[in-house]
T-cell receptor
Framework: AQTVTQSQPEMSVQEAETVTLSCTYD???????LFWYKQPPSRQMILVIR??????QNATENRFSVNFQKAAKSFSLKISDSQLGDTAMYFC????????FGAGTRLTVKP | NAGVTQTPKFQVLKTGQSMTLQCAQD?????MSWYRQDPGMGLRLIHY???????DQGEVPNGYNVSRSTTEDFPLRLLSAAPSQTSVYFC??????????????FGAGSRLTVL
């Protein structure tokens, strides 16, 4: 079974700065999908960004971008110009036949 | 559109009681799934379904039953609740598109406490 590891339980960043959240995964599959989800205090799960494994180009959504290293099985999330509203739990997820999540990183953006 | 609706939002049970968490979606999604979220462990997959009449086990299926009699509904049953099942439960659904990334739509979650 695929496993997803987020090695940073908590992180903090100053407003307007850049922060990178780490994610590694283990799989023998060649075609799959990777996601980052955000969970604010409201508990709602919100999709941040997704990446298809067959695409070499890193996905970007406004201030959010990923560094996808397929050979290293690494999928980090970079948040640029951090905003107070980015404070949340962030989950990395791997999807093949079903979706598996990492344990999450709690990000705090400080004013 | 209502999206994914979970009921109840909160529930307190005594050990040994049974209950059903309801999940309904109005998007005609083929795929539905249940996760539990515990501190420090992220979301763990309990059961999932790729269509009416089809269910399969995830990472942590013990103590839970599911059925999928319609496309819209995917209830999660706890037959004899245990304190270890105290958690927040999320239902999620998506289309199944061959070769495509199936983005999950999540419900708002149900907080269950077993005393």
């Amino acid at each position: 079974a695929q496993t997803v590891t987020q090695s940073q339980p908590e992180m903090s960043v100053q407003e307007a700065e850049t922060v990178t959240l780490s994610c590694t995964y283990d799989t023998s599959e060649n075609n799959y999908y990777l996601f980052w989800y955000k969970q604010p205090p409201s508990r709602q799960m919100i999709l941040v960004i997704r990446q298809e494994a067959y695409k070499q180009q890193n996905a970007t959504e406004n201030r959010f971008s990923v560094n996808f290293q397929k050979a290293a099985k690494s999928f980090s999330l970079k948040i640029s110009d951090s905003q107070l509203g980015d404070t949340a739990m962030y989950f990395c997820a791997f999807m093949k036949d079903d979706m598996r999540f990492g344990a999450g990183t709690r990000l705090t953006v400080k004013p | 559109n209502a999206g994914v609706t979970q009921t109840p939002k909160f529930q307190v049970l005594k050990t040994g009681q049974s209950m059903t968490l309801q999940c309904a979606q109005d998007m005609n999604h083929e795929y539905m799934s249940w996760y539990r979220q515990d501190p420090g462990m992220g979301l763990r997959l309990i059961h999932y379904s790729v269509g009416a009449g089809i269910t399969d086990q995830g990472e942590v299926p013990n103590g839970y039953n599911v059925s999928r009699s319609t496309t819209e509904d995917f209830p999660l049953r706890l037959l004899s609740a245990a304190p270890s099942q105290t958690s927040v439960y999320f239902c999620a659904s998506s289309y199944i598109s061959p070769g495509g990334a199936n983005v999950l739509t999540f419900g708002a979650g149900s907080r269950l406490t077993v005393l």
